[in-house]
C-alpha cells in the first residue's frame, strides 16, 4: 500500500505469477480513480479506471477492485511478465467542480524477474 | 500521431533564471495539466486547463504561470528559477476534465 516517505513500496515477483498492487485513498468523496503504469524515462500510461459506482472492473490481464468502506483500491495483474515491471500509481479524483483534479498516491515499484 | 509532445527533455537553470516549457498535443482534447514529479511523492498538479480559454490553480501553483495558447498547445513558465523547482515536468491531456489523461515523456528541470 502506499508510504509515507521517500521510499516507495515495493513488490517482486516471478515471472508468470499474479501481482497484486494496493492503494490506500485519502478522500471519502472521490468518485474516480486511475490506475497509471510508469515505466523508467517515460510518462504515466493509463492501465484502467474505475467509478465508484463499481467494485470491480476487469481489463486485459488486469483487474481493479475498489472498497469504498475502507478506501482501499487494488489492482491485479495476472500472469505478471518481465515487461509488467515498473512504478504503478493509483490517482482519485473528486466530481463536481473538481473533476480533472487527479490526487496520485506515492507509487509502487513492480520488479518481475525471469 | 504523436499524442502530447513536451519541449525541451531536459534542462539546466541557474537559480533566478526563467523559462518556458512547451506542451502540445494532437488529439483534439479539450484539456491539459501540468504535474510535477518528485522521488517518492508522486504526481502533483501545478495547473490545469478544463478547455481553451481557462485555466486553474491546482495542488502546488506558486513560483509558475501557464498559457492556453489554443486548443493545441499548455505552456508552464517559471518566471525566476529556483532549487526547489527542481523534478520532472509531464504535461497531459485528455478528452474533458477527469477522463482519461495521456501523459507526455516529461521534461528533466534541474535548477542551480
Known amino acids: 500500500g502506499e508510504s509515507v516517505g521517500l521510499h516507495l513500496p515495493t513488490l517482486s515477483v516471478q515471472e508468470g505469477d499474479n501481482s497484486i498492487i494496493n492503494c490506500a485513498y485519502s478522500?471519502?468523496?472521490?468518485?474516480?480513480f486511475i490506475w497509471y503504469k510508469q515505466e523508467s524515462g517515460k510518462g504515466p500510461q493509463f492501465i484502467i479506471d474505475?467509478?465508484?459506482?463499481?467494485d470491480k472492473r476487469q481489463g486485459q490481464r488486469v483487474t481493479v477492485l475498489l472498497n469504498k468502506t475502507v478506501k482501499h483500491l487494488s489492482l491485479q495483474i495476472a500472469a505478471t511478465q518481465p515487461g509488467d515491471s515498473a512504478v504503478y500509481f493509483c490517482a482519485e479524483t473528486i466530481g463536481g467542480t473538481s473533476y480533472g483534479k487527479l490526487t496520485f498516491g506515492q507509487g509502487t515499484i513492480l520488479t518481475v524477474h525471469p | 500521431n504523436a499524442g502530447v509532445t513536451q519541449t525541451p527533455k531536459f534542462q539546466v537553470l541557474k537559480t533566478g533564471q526563467s523559462m518556458t516549457l512547451q506542451c502540445a498535443q494532437d488529439m483534439n482534447h479539450n484539456s491539459m495539466y501540468w504535474y510535477r514529479q518528485d522521488p517518492g511523492m508522486g504526481l502533483r498538479l501545478i495547473y490545469y486547463s478544463a478547455s481553451e480559454g481557462t485555466t486553474d490553480k491546482g495542488e502546488v501553483p506558486n513560483g509558475y504561470n501557464v498559457s492556453r495558447l489554443n486548443k493545441r498547445e499548455f505552456s508552464l513558465r517559471l518566471e525566476s528559477a529556483a532549487p526547489s523547482q527542481t523534478s520532472v515536468y509531464f504535461c497531459?491531456?485528455?478528452?474533458?476534465?477527469?477522463?482519461?489523461?495521456?501523459f507526455g515523456q516529461g521534461t528533466r528541470l534541474t535548477v542551480v
Open positions: 474505475i467509478r465508484s459506482n463499481m
Open positions: 497531459a491531456s485528455s478528452v474533458l476534465i477527469n477522463t482519461e489523461a495521456f
Open positions: 478522500n471519502s468523496a472521490s468518485d474516480y
